[in-house]
């Protein structure tokens, strides 16, 4: 089995920054793309950043220029910059991993979520 913790969110101000980590462990043979979604009240959940092991990204229009994805693969940990945060960014994040086991399947897994607020 698998668990990722998440840890970083919280209260912010419009204009500030916060950084979310997620550290995957447990029965892990391999990281394959590593991301950030959110899920505002009555909204679906959205792609924010994904990152692959090699370090390619992919970013939702609405945070290119202001959030940076990176890992640390040797921790098996992605991390979440986020800057010049907006009240619209309020939502609760959530960090994925598609994890590849010692017996070579490939399965996603989700970390339980941190709440990020913007407001002053």
């Known amino acids: 089995q698998v668990q990722l913790v998440e840890s970083g969110g919280g209260l912010v101000q419009p204009g500030g920054s916060l950084r979310l980590s997620c550290a995957a462990s447990?029965?892990?043979?391999?990281?394959?793309?590593m991301g950030w979604y959110r899920q505002a009240p009555g909204k679906q959940r959205e792609l924010v950043a994904a990152i692959t092991s090699g370090g390619s990204t992919n970013y939702a229009d609405s945070v290119k220029g202001r959030f940076t994805i990176s890992r640390d693969n040797a921790k098996n940990t992605v991390y979440l910059q986020m800057n010049s945060l907006k009240p619209g960014d309020t939502a609760v994040y959530y960090c994925?991993?598609?994890?590849?086991?010692?017996?070579?399947?490939?399965?996603?897994?989700w970390g339980q979520g941190t709440q990020v607020t913007v407001s002053s």
């Open positions: 447990g029965s892990i043979f391999s990281i394959n793309a």
């Open positions: 994925k991993a598609d994890v590849r086991s010692y017996y070579y399947t490939l399965t996603s897994y």
